[in-house]
């Protein structure tokens, strides 16, 4: 999917006048190709290996409460941004912000063969990104507590079924156990945590040898998963 647009810099300006731009969902890809998948997702729904993360931000509904709604939307923005650039850095596809929430896609559109492997560094990059960030909001003057700041993530890898969803509103996402089970483990997972399922660390072995395995009973589930601290 990858086409030898500039998207950058001078260069880039004579594209920019026909309406070639960096897509908002991975800027590594142009709108060209944005355009290309979407239509074929409209086309059919495909099935696509991939690997699914989901960061949820802790503490984001108590702070809402608690302070203006300018610091608030500053807040969120800050989360998006440092989520946005450890995911693209990765060539995942930012899919959805929902709230204090994101969901990211790697393998899609761009494959690499180790998309689980990038889908963790991803997810490390997003936490120590916060980290660093949560650490100036702390001591910015408006009164945040950085502690309550964290951020779980879960990661799970595997088949999806990918395509635009929805009659009256069509939504391009992807959907089936994979993403359901990242999105269980995210929930999960305490602040500050990275929890991934079995067929991560066994196609992402180096970024997960260390991880702590223990069995959970996620909604929706009828049995236990087996999940890994990372």
């Not at 086409?3 to 731009?21: K, W």
Request: proline share 4%.
């Amino acid at each position: 999917m990858r086409l030898p647009v500039p998207l950058r810099g001078p260069a880039s300006i004579p594209f920019r006048a026909f309406g070639i731009r960096p897509s908002r969902m991975n800027p590594n890809t142009c709108t060209i190709c944005e355009l290309m998948f979407t239509r074929v997702m409209k086309a059919r729904q495909v099935t696509v290996d991939v690997s699914v993360l989901f960061v949820d931000l802790r503490g984001y509904t108590t702070l809402s409460q608690s302070f203006s709604a300018e610091i608030v939307s500053s807040l969120l923005d800050a989360f998006y941004d440092e989520c946005a650039a450890a995911i693209w850095e990765c060539d995942g596809l930012l899919n959805k912000t929902v709230g204090d929430a994101i969901m990211a896609i790697f393998n899609f559109p761009i494959h690499h063969h180790d998309h689980a492997g990038r889908a963790v560094l991803a997810a490390r990059e997003i936490q120590r990104r916060w980290h660093t960030r949560r650490e100036l909001l702390a001591t910015d003057g408006v009164g945040l507590d950085g502690s309550d700041l964290g951020i779980g993530i879960g990661i799970d890898t595997g088949e999806t079924s990918f395509g635009e969803f929805g009659r009256s509103h069509r939504d391009l996402t992807a959907i089936g156990t994979v993403v359901n089970t990242a999105a269980r483990a995210q929930s999960v997972a305490d602040a500050g945590r990275i929890l991934v399922t079995k067929a991560v660390c066994d196609q992402a072995p180096h970024q997960t040898a260390e991880g702590e395995c223990r069995e959970y009973h996620l909604k929706g589930f009828e049995k236990p998963i087996e999940l890994y601290t990372i």
